[in-house]
């Protein structure tokens, strides 16, 4: 692995500094701190999510949780410009039992403030519940060999915020943006196909308006899994932090603009708002199968002679021959990961928006036939319950 490679080069010819490999220091999170919203507490308890990682990462947290009480060192690095806007935090871990390398984690705010740019689906600070509730429910689909690896640790981040709670991303150094799909020759592959669809479903119960070309990864056509098997999927999505926002809609989402250094940003508020208004009373289950990322893929995908990701006969059969199998667990993850927030009226604009798009994939599992006129199609919405506090 090339980064393997570089830090331990690094580390040869580098005489230890101090100032470098070192455990945390609390300065390392003013960023975090800066970006965090205070209200965020009163809504969600962070302490019931720092065990709310899948079984399966459980080495990893405890690798993390010693290294950041200084057992072990560990390398501090600086964002690239390619991160968005959020406050965060890199390190490079050094390696642990079974694991293929070093690798690096990426720290996020748990509470994080509301940002301007999103702020016209975002309105309630629940970034940190959202990333492990979002993890919770792909595990629960058995789909979470997809979903990236995180977990909650509290860190002293300084006077005030001793145990300050935040998301640690542990980053896969395989992976690339499906941004870079369209220009490598390699990157498709027709087992794709069974993924994408789970993928928009998962999004679109989510309400995931965040699903551009950046948070969604791919692996190389070699990638092997920890016991050196192929990997059971190749894409790996990422950033669920604005998930369960229910909102807004694909329909009255903005059109971004192109930022060379921070990839699309959406238009400012005002404007945004103005677009919305249009998608403010519903949502649109094809919209989720036409986010940025999938048609990133699709494009290369098409060379392989598939159809549309957007075409009922690879909608439909996917929710009949999917859905009705993993929903029972879907649900009571979503019930058991609702009892975690603080403000019932929260939880209750959650759970309607969720019981809404269950119950649309319900029927349309139940129908008898696969075929959908284009009225049918053209409704595939379900209504956006929206809550201002
Ligand atoms: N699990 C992961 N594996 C590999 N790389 C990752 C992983 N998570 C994030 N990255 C890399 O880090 C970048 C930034 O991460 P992320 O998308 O979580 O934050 P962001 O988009 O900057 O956050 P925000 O949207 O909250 O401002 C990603 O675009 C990707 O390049
Ligand atoms: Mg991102």
Redo the contacts with the bound molecule.
């Keep these: 692995m090339p980064f393997v490679n570089e830090l331990e080069a690094f580390l040869k010819r580098t005489p230890i500094d101090k100032s470098l490999i070192k455990a945390v220091h609390p300065n390392d999170f003013s960023a975090i701190i800066k970006e965090t919203d205070p209200a965020g507490a009163d809504v969600v308890d962070h302490t019931q999510d720092l065990n709310a990682h899948p079984r399966s990462i459980n080495n990893k947290v405890e690798h993390y949780r010693s290294a950041i009480s200084g057992s072990s060192p560990m390398v501090r690095t600086t964002?690239t410009s390619?991160?968005?806007?959020?406050a965060?935090a890199t390190y490079s871990l050094p390696r642990a039992d079974k694991m293929q390398s070093p690798y690096?984690v990426?720290v996020?705010p748990y509470h994080?403030k509301l940002?301007e740019r999103?702020k016209f689906w975002q309105k309630h600070p629940i970034?940190g519940w959202a990333e492990m509730t979002n993890q919770s429910l792909w595990h629960a689909a058995g789909i979470g060999h997809m979903h990236?690896?995180?977990h909650v640790s509290e860190h002293d981040m300084g006077p005030g915020f001793e145990k300050h709670p935040a998301i640690v991303?542990?980053?896969?150094?395989r992976?690339?943006?499906v941004q870079e799909m369209p220009g490598d020759p390699n990157a498709f592959s027709n087992d794709m196909m069974h993924d994408i669809p789970k993928i928009a479903i998962m999004d679109f119960l989510t309400n995931n308006m965040?699903r551009h070309r950046?948070?969604l990864?791919y692996l190389p056509q070699d990638a092997r899994d920890e016991e050196g098997f192929p990997v059971r999927s190749r894409l790996?999505a990422?950033?669920h932090?604005?998930n369960f926002q229910y909102h807004a809609s694909h329909k009255g989402a903005p059109k971004f603009i192109n930022d060379p250094l921070i990839g699309d940003i959406p238009l400012p508020t005002e404007e945004q708002d103005k677009i919305n208004q249009e998608g403010k009373n519903k949502d649109n289950l094809i919209h989720y199968f036409d986010s940025d990322a999938l048609r990133t893929i699709e494009h290369s995908s098409r060379f392989e002679g598939n159809p549309p990701f957007v075409s009922p006969r690879i909608i439909i059969p996917a929710i009949a021959r999917w859905w009705p199998n993993v929903r029972r667990q879907v649900i009571a993850a979503m019930d058991s990961r609702l009892r975690g927030l603080r403000e019932s009226q929260m939880s209750e604009h959650i759970r309607k928006n969720f019981i809404e798009r269950v119950n649309l994939l319900d029927k349309i599992a139940a129908r008898p036939e696969w075929y959908l006129t284009q009225a049918e199609y053209k409704d595939l919405n379900v209504p956006l319950h929206v809550w201002d506090r």
């Design positions: 964002p390619l991160f968005g806007v959020s965060k690096k990426l996020k994080e940002h999103a970034q990236q690896q995180v991303v542990h980053m896969d150094p992976a690339q943006a965040d950046q948070n990864l790996l990422i950033d932090g604005r």
